[in-house]
């Protein structure tokens, strides 16, 4: 429950890899908020926050993309996304596009101040914690790196996942390293995505934990399809499913999702 009782008027970034391959998620996050005693908006009218144009050195793309997401998030105590990356991409990267652009960054120093990735917000601004969610399995946590090094998150959804009842926690060697995804990276340099993506599998397996959570699908999708490939037994679920209690769900590639 929320320590707090005000209401928050709260707008959810979907993400795109969550609006195209993971809808469940977005309802995850949604139950959460709303347990927290927020008041959710979707708005329909939001995109891509630009990461991927950004990244590829499209800035203009990625300026007109960070335009449309200003404007379709104006007017909300705060903005939150199940992503460190996409989060990361709104509250630092947007300066970054828009210097030396006074008007703009106005702007954007206003939408950087009210975002925040979901557990972030769930912990630290609505001192949130899951109340009757019973999970029976032990579960190691993917530290993203947006989440850990932009938006500074590593023991919010830990403490929120201590609050689950019949969830053992076990930490992996490494636990900070990065999975090899890194949006575009995987594809332009496959091989190092490759190896990178084995190198946490070997620690997250060695660990001896039945699930892997994360916070970004991104990362969950590339390391659930390695597992998937090599034949190992490691159910994959994006935190926010596990907080709202649909943890007993097929995990990111078995089956229906």
Not at 189 to 202: A, F, G, L, R
Not at 217 to 226: E, K, Q, S, V, W
């Amino acid at each position: 429950m929320s320590a707090s009782s005000e209401k928050k008027n709260v707008a959810l970034f979907v993400t795109c890899l969550v609006d195209l391959n993971r809808p469940s998620v977005g309802f995850a996050a949604v139950k959460l908020l709303e347990a927290a005693g927020c008041t959710i908006v979707v708005p329909e009218v939001q995109t891509c926050c630009g990461q991927i144009a950004y990244n590829s050195g499209d800035k203009e793309s990625a300026k007109a993309i960070a335009k449309a997401v200003i404007r379709a998030f104006d007017g909300f105590d705060y903005v939150v996304a199940p992503s460190g990356s996409c989060a990361g991409m709104i509250r630092h990267h947007y300066r970054e596009l828009f210097e030396g652009d006074d008007t703009m960054m106005v702007a954007v120093e206003e939408l950087s101040t009210r975002t925040y990735e979901l557990t972030s917000f769930l912990h630290d601004i609505c001192g949130y914690q899951p109340e009757g969610v019973r999970l029976d399995t032990s579960l190691t946590y993917h530290d993203s790196c947006s989440s850990l090094r932009e938006m500074k998150v590593r023991d919010q959804p830990r403490a929120l996942l201590g609050g689950i009842d019949g969830l053992e926690i076990k930490e992996a060697e490494d636990r900070e390293a990065c999975c090899g995804f890194g949006g575009t990276f995987c594809l332009k340099y496959s091989e190092i995505s490759e190896s990178m993506v084995d190198t946490k599998i070997e620690n997250l397996l060695a660990s001896g934990a039945d699930t892997l959570a994360a916070g970004d699908l991104g990362c969950l999708m590339n390391i659930a399809g390695r597992l998937k490939r090599r034949g190992a037994d490691m159910k994959v679920l994006h935190v926010a499913e596990i907080l709202a209690g649909m943890g007993d769900k097929p995990g990111l590639g078995e089956g229906d999702n």
